[in-house]
């Protein structure tokens, strides 16, 4: 398998890769072309030449991650067939350690809080500058590029725009706006779109092994949304809490039922954040006690002047439920929204495929009771409360806000 096989619907930016992957090989080996031969090229380099620092954009569940990966494990790849089939085997040393995350030279950065610091940033700018310890490129993956603070952006600029010789920056973002201008000039842009769902459903069966009806359904009702079709195929708390979400409109009749069902969206959410921290929060508060030379078990006592490392670990993990517990009211949301798409659908006799094609009865009853107008007016006020829980309104507040509007839409 190469390394591209993950890559679902991205042809264009496949060939785009793989042919900058064979001058980033050239420019290694040194056989590359007397225009393609300085170390360090810059954002500037024209067709599929290589350069430090690019900037891959697309919706949710495009793959922006996996393309990045994929790239990432390319430019490692060590096979001795590269100069024939080109770089990205799949099987070599280099490309398998960098899919899984234990190449020396690749670094995969995501985070599971709100934001990404100045502090981390300078930790990644400083390893950035260090030459490759055994692979071919010092490679940084940035999976969450959107999340870097004003100042955590400022201080990557620098790097992005004083590139070491062999470094190679690799940013994701949802879009271009997600990032600071004066770093996306300095990057080549690549932007993925939402594959189709046969494509999503086609890869479920083959590297996941689900089954291809429920394959076909996963990717039909996540509009195509890679992670999330994996999550529902796999998941059956996510099925039934996708479930859940798709009869809130049967249920806001009155304004009773409008809080009611805006209070079980958030507990909803808080479940799925309570359950993170079941998985990961003791683990790693046993971890550091261990560490920090705490005895086994919960009630052994930490020595002195280690309450600090405890007090931020705690906060971190804060940090991670809230963003948990928001990452999971928007997939809420976005049920939500595609939900009223069939709708629209169905009002407007379009041809195009009902994604929630298991909650049909719902469907028509809605399209039947409403007009177009209404169902747009449904979808805005689902839209509007993303973008105040993105400016930090209280969820419950901007929920009961967005039911009520589903009412009276």
Request: hydrophobic share 40%.
């Amino acid at each position: 398998m190469a390394v591209w096989d993950d890559l679902v619907g991205q042809d264009r930016v496949q060939e785009q890769l793989a042919a900058a992957a064979r001058d980033a090989d050239a420019l290694v080996t040194g056989v590359a072309s007397a225009t393609a031969s300085s170390p360090a090229p810059g954002p500037a380099s024209s067709g599929g030449s290589m350069t430090h620092a690019w900037l891959f954009t697309g919706p949710p569940g495009s793959g922006r991650s996996t393309a990045a990966r994929a790239f990432a494990a390319a430019l490692q790849c060590v096979s001795p067939d590269r100069a024939f089939n080109g770089p990205g085997c799949g099987f070599c040393d280099g490309c398998h350690t960098s899919l899984v995350g234990t190449h020396a030279d690749v670094e995969i950065v995501r985070t599971d809080q709100l934001s990404i610091g100045v502090k981390e940033t300078r930790d990644l700018v400083r390893r950035a500058q260090l030459s490759p310890a055994t692979g071919r490129w010092q490679v940084i993956v940035l999976e969450d590029a959107d999340r870097l603070t004003e100042g955590a952006g400022n201080v990557l600029l620098k790097a992005v725009e004083e590139p070491a010789p062999r470094t190679v920056w690799l940013l994701c973002a949802p879009s271009l706006e997600d990032v600071l201008p004066t770093i996306r000039s300095r990057c080549r842009l690549l932007t993925l779109r939402t594959p189709p769902p046969a494509a999503v459903a086609d890869l479920l069966v083959r590297r996941d092994g689900i089954e291809p009806e429920l394959a076909t359904q996963a990717a039909r009702a996540t509009q195509g949304h890679i992670g999330r079709a994996r999550r529902l195929a796999t998941d059956e708390r996510a099925r039934a809490r996708r479930a859940a979400v798709l009869k809130v409109p049967l249920r806001v009749d009155d304004i009773g039922g409008c809080l009611k069902a805006a209070q079980e969206l958030i507990d909803a959410a808080g479940e799925d954040a309570k359950q993170v921290a079941e998985e990961v929060d003791t683990k790693e508060t046993e971890e550091l006690r261990a560490a920090l030379g705490a005895a086994a078990g919960t009630g052994g006592r930490l020595p002195r002047g280690t309450a600090g490392a405890m007090k931020e670990l705690q906060d971190r993990q804060k940090r991670r439920a809230t963003r948990t517990q928001r990452d999971s009211l928007d997939l809420a949301l976005i049920d939500l929204t595609g939900f009223y798409r069939d709708v629209l659908a169905l009002q407007l006799g379009s041809r195009v495929e009902i994604a929630n094609i298991d909650a049909r009865d719902a469907l028509e009853r809605i399209a039947s009771a409403s007009r177009p107008e209404r169902t747009l007016r449904r979808i805005e006020a689902i839209i509007e409360c993303r973008r105040a829980l993105d400016r930090n309104v209280s969820p419950l507040l901007a929920v009961e806000a967005m039911t009520v509007a589903l009412r009276a839409g």
